[in-house]
Nanobody, 126 residues
């Protein structure tokens, strides 16, 4: 099973930027579509960004379009999330995980998803 470690979160003011990293272990990493999820207190976990195994196509939840950018470096077994123009409503714990993204469908968490990492806290102050 793929093991995941997220990092890069922190406290930032409204309008600031952060770059999250997700380091993965496992020989099948490069064959997986990957995504970033977030979960705020009392809220359901939601997918905010996704990227195909090749890095050729990306998906963004509507609320982060134009502000976030997902990328990956398969040689380093790492996926990134560049977050700009952060808003207080972006405050959440951010996790990465493996996705399934069938042709013509929206990306979603794989049934055999990797164990969740510790996540990284993003806090945006007003």
């Amino acid at each position: 099973q793929v093991q995941l470690v997220e990092s890069g979160g922190g406290l930032v003011q409204d309008g600031g930027s952060l770059r999250l990293s997700c380091a993965a272990s496992g020989r099948t990493f490069s064959s997986n579509d990957m995504g970033w999820f977030r979960q705020a207190p009392g809220k359901e976990r939601e997918l905010v960004a996704a990227i195909t195994w090749s890095g050729g196509r990306a998906y963004y939840q509507d609320s982060v379009k134009g502000r976030f950018a997902i990328s990956r470096d398969n040689a380093k077994n790492t996926v990134y999330l560049q977050m700009n123009s952060l808003k207080p409503e972006d405050t959440a714990v951010y996790h990465c995980n493996t996705l399934i993204w069938p042709y013509g469908s929206s990306p979603r968490l794989k049934a055999d998803f990797a164990s969740w990492g510790q996540g990284t806290q993003v806090t945006v102050s007003s």
